[in-house]
């Protein structure tokens, strides 16, 4: 039964709840229970009043007040001190899940992400996920509180027709029809606006991103930027639009009914005072109990309603946290820190949702201290067989063995831990210099002050106050510093250099540098991996005297593996394409 799945899954979050905090839970149902003994109270002490006043005892009166007042200021003083507890105890609940959701995030397959749908969810899920457990214990808490609050109430109405029990009823059950018709309304409004906030809130990050706003001005790009806003906008609100007008077609019926319901209800009571049945004091009093005890009701009734909400982010959460699309890390063999040997052996690769391959019968093997360039031109697949040799996506055919061992058979973190990568699109943290080279703590500064020299900028780095604690830009650090593109790719290398693995792969690591440092940086780079495995990705081949093997890709395709001289010997893809890059530099 669906009921039976949406009551299933609303248990399991609060079970996960419960394991995070199973005290405040106990906090929150005393709290619940006091709340309602001061709502009976208050519904009861009008009549107390009017009992002692209609019979002028004046001290009655005194002692109603004084007991009413100090028993609400007990109240608030427990809100005041419980309060600021709760609040700090579900944000520690939000921390776990939100660790708990990242932690997921970084086991997925990249694959995961290069789907759209499946990035729309995500986006979905994780603005929900602390609010899922929120609203599993809430429902439990206002589900308990309703069933006190018509047991302390009923007492009260006793004396009412059951017929106005029964229009209570019908009302409510109408505003639950109603009430899970605008939920359903409303959850396929944000699925569907999922997509544009996306979109609107990437727009709205040129504007304060450096990079972007250089580039609007320089290119006068305002007016092209803003029409692409306003276009995403305007579908932006026509959803809205759409969507109010739904939710209001809907919610007019259940307006006019309860203005209906609430005329009929006064007009009941009016009648039971005038004849006799009732006095003033039993008047306002039933008016106001009518009204909590429909709202206990609803909360019963709604009940569902509100499960039924929640679980429909519930649903996307759990399929989140269940997905099986995770890397698998395990395997029979730990890389030590060496490597001999990578080798492709007829690989074929297509990324998700192509039907075209990116990688058709690569084959090459690159042996222990052998410097490699990987040379092709856009969209050959260069950056590709990166991607496989540290498992961002698996091959569809054929092998990739390291040491001779297929690649799917060793640990995932001890093959990474092998490998410095820096890839063309690098990123710079907003750190300081420090911790974007290192990228841990407690790091050892005379290597980070090595790596700055080899890339030349340990002397600009020292003219820096605050030295290596600089921060990179202002967005999170006060004092920080804009370094230009060549500044932060040399940062970038200074931060793989000191890593100093086994194997060290650069994509394009010189393509924002002028060529005295790129030829210093090169003589630094090979002179430093004398005994690894260097590879380099490249479209200036100006230094490829100094590389072993040079792997020319072309449409996916090995075209043709050789040293430098052999390459041009043979006339071919290579030499055309040595003879255009050479030619810009004479």
Same mark, same amino acid.
């Given at each position: 039964?669906?009921?039976?799945?949406?009551?299933?899954?609303?248990?399991?979050?609060?079970?996960?709840?419960?394991?995070?905090?199973?005290?405040?839970?106990?906090?929150?149902?005393?709290?619940?229970?006091?709340?309602?003994?001061?709502?009976?109270?208050?519904?009861?002490?009008?009549?107390?009043?009017?009992?002692?006043?209609?019979?002028? /005892?004046? %001290?009655?009166?005194?002692?109603?007040?004084?007991?009413? $007042?100090?028993?609400?200021?007990?109240?608030?003083?427990?809100?005041?001190?419980?309060?600021? +507890?709760?609040?700090?105890?579900?944000?520690?609940?939000?921390?776990? *899940?939100?660790?708990?959701?990242?932690?997921?995030?970084?086991?997925?397959?990249?694959?995961?992400?290069?789907?759209?749908?499946?990035?729309?969810?995500?986006?979905?899920?994780?603005?929900?996920?602390?609010?899922?457990?929120?609203?599993?214990?809430?429902?439990?808490?206002?589900?308990?509180?309703?069933?006190?609050?018509?047991?302390?109430? %009923?007492?009260?109405?006793?004396?009412?027709?059951?017929?106005?029990?029964?229009?209570?009823?019908?009302?409510?059950?109408?505003?639950?029809?109603?009430?899970?018709?605008?939920?359903?309304?409303?959850?396929?409004?944000?699925?569907?606006?999922?997509?544009?906030?996306?979109?609107?809130?990437?727009?709205?990050?040129? $504007?304060?991103?450096?990079?972007?706003?250089?580039?609007?001005?320089?290119?006068?790009?305002?007016?092209?930027?803003?029409?692409?806003?306003?276009?995403?906008?305007?579908?932006?609100?026509?959803?809205?639009?759409? @969507?109010?007008?739904?939710?209001?077609?809907?919610?007019?019926?259940?307006?006019?009914?309860?203005?209906? !319901?609430?005329?009929?209800?006064?007009?009941?009571?009016?009648?039971?005072?005038?004849?006799?049945?009732?006095?003033?004091?039993? $008047?306002?009093?039933?008016?106001?109990?009518? @009204?909590?005890?429909?709202?206990?009701?609803?909360?019963?009734?709604?009940?569902?309603?509100?499960?039924?909400?929640?679980?429909?982010?519930?649903?996307?959460?759990?399929?989140?946290?269940?997905?099986?699309?995770?890397?698998?890390?395990?395997?029979?063999?730990?890389?030590?820190?060496?490597?001999?040997?990578?080798?492709?052996?007829?690989?074929?690769?297509?990324?998700?949702?192509?039907?075209?391959?990116?990688?058709?019968?690569?084959?090459?093997?690159?042996?222990?201290?052998?410097?490699?360039? %990987?040379?092709?031109?856009?969209?050959?697949?260069?950056?590709?067989?990166?991607?496989?040799?540290?498992?961002?996506?698996?091959?569809?055919?054929?092998?990739?063995?390291?040491?001779?061992?297929?690649?799917?058979?060793?640990?995932?973190?001890?093959?990474?831990?092998?490998?410095?990568?820096?890839?063309?699109?690098?990123?710079?943290?907003?750190?300081?210099?420090?911790?974007?080279?290192?990228?841990?703590?407690?790091?050892?500064?005379?290597? *980070?002050?090595?790596?700055?020299?080899? *890339?030349?900028?340990?002397?600009?780095?020292?003219?820096?106050?605050?030295?290596?604690?600089?921060?990179?830009?202002?967005?999170?650090?006060?004092?920080?510093? !804009?370094?230009?593109?060549?500044?932060?790719?040399?940062?970038?290398?200074?931060?793989?250099?000191?890593?100093?693995?086994?194997?060290?792969?650069?994509?394009?690591?010189?393509?924002?540098?002028?060529?005295?440092?790129?030829?210093?940086?090169? !003589?630094?780079? %090979?002179?430093?991996?004398?005994?690894?495995?260097?590879?380099?990705?490249?479209?200036?081949?100006?230094?490829?005297?100094?590389?072993?093997?040079?792997?020319?890709?072309?449409?996916?395709?090995?075209?043709?593996?050789?040293?430098?001289?052999?390459?041009?010997?043979?006339?071919?893809?290579?030499?055309?394409? +040595?003879?255009?890059?050479?030619?810009?530099? /004479?």
């Amino acid at each position: 039964m669906k009921y039976k799945g949406i009551f299933k899954r609303n248990l399991i979050i609060i079970q996960k709840s419960l394991g995070m905090n199973r005290k405040l839970f106990f906090i929150q149902v005393m709290q619940m229970i006091l709340s309602n003994i001061c709502l009976y109270i208050n519904l009861i002490i009008p009549k107390l009043i009017i009992n002692a006043m209609s019979e002028e /005892k004046v %001290i009655n009166v005194a002692y109603i007040l004084v007991f009413t $007042f100090l028993f609400n200021l007990i109240d608030s003083f427990i809100e005041y001190k419980l309060v600021p +507890y709760i609040s700090l105890q579900n944000e520690i609940i939000n921390t776990k *899940v939100v660790n708990s959701f990242l932690e997921k995030s970084y086991s997925l397959k990249l694959s995961y992400f290069d789907d759209a749908k499946s990035y729309d969810k995500y986006n979905v899920v994780f603005d929900n996920c602390c609010n899922i457990y929120h609203n599993s214990n809430n429902i439990l808490l206002q589900f308990i509180s309703s069933i006190l609050q018509i047991t302390l109430i %009923i007492s009260i109405l006793k004396w009412v027709d059951k017929w106005i029990f029964s229009l209570m009823f019908i009302i409510i059950i109408i505003s639950l029809i109603v009430s899970q018709k605008v939920t359903k309304i409303q959850y396929e409004y944000q699925k569907k606006v999922t997509t544009q906030n996306r979109q609107l809130n990437y727009i709205y990050r040129l $504007f304060y991103i450096p990079q972007f706003i250089r580039d609007m001005r320089i290119n006068s790009l305002k007016e092209f930027i803003f029409n692409k806003k306003n276009k995403y906008t305007e579908d932006f609100l026509k959803n809205v639009q759409e @969507n109010s007008k739904a939710v209001s077609e809907v919610t007019i019926l259940q307006s006019l009914i309860t203005n209906i !319901e609430s005329l009929g209800v006064m007009g009941y009571f009016v009648y039971e005072f005038f004849k006799g049945k009732i006095w003033l004091d039993d $008047f306002f009093i039933a008016i106001n109990s009518y @009204n909590k005890l429909k709202s206990a009701i609803e909360g019963i009734i709604t009940t569902y309603t509100s499960l039924y909400e929640n679980d429909l982010y519930i649903k996307d959460y759990l399929e989140f946290m269940d997905c099986d699309e995770i890397e698998n890390k395990t395997g029979k063999y730990i890389l030590n820190s060496q490597i001999d040997s990578i080798e492709f052996d007829s690989v074929y690769f297509k990324y998700p949702n192509s039907k075209n391959y990116t990688l058709k019968n690569v084959s090459f093997k690159i042996n222990r201290g052998e410097k490699v360039a %990987i040379i092709g031109s856009n969209g050959a697949g260069k950056t590709t067989i990166i991607k496989l040799l540290i498992r961002l996506y698996e091959i569809n055919k054929g092998k990739i063995l390291i040491n001779n061992i297929d690649i799917k058979d060793i640990d995932l973190v001890s093959l990474r831990k092998t490998f410095s990568v820096l890839f063309q699109d690098y990123s710079i943290y907003p750190f300081t210099i420090l911790e974007n080279i290192a990228l841990e703590e407690n790091a050892d500064l005379n290597l *980070v002050c090595e790596a700055l020299k080899k *890339v030349k900028m340990l002397d600009k780095v020292k003219t820096m106050p605050l030295f290596l604690d600089t921060p990179i830009t202002c967005q999170l650090c006060e004092n920080g510093i !804009e370094l230009s593109g060549g500044e932060n790719q040399r940062i970038a290398i200074a931060r793989i250099l000191m890593r100093n693995k086994s194997v060290m792969v650069l994509d394009e690591p010189t393509s924002n540098l002028d060529s005295i440092i790129e030829n210093e940086l090169y !003589e630094t780079l %090979i002179n430093n991996s004398t005994d690894d495995i260097l590879i380099i990705i490249s479209h200036r081949l100006t230094f490829m005297q100094k590389i072993d093997k040079i792997i020319c890709l072309s449409d996916g395709s090995i075209k043709e593996i050789g040293t430098h001289d052999d390459l041009i010997c043979q006339n071919g893809c290579y030499k055309k394409m +040595y003879d255009l890059n050479s030619s810009k530099y /004479k």
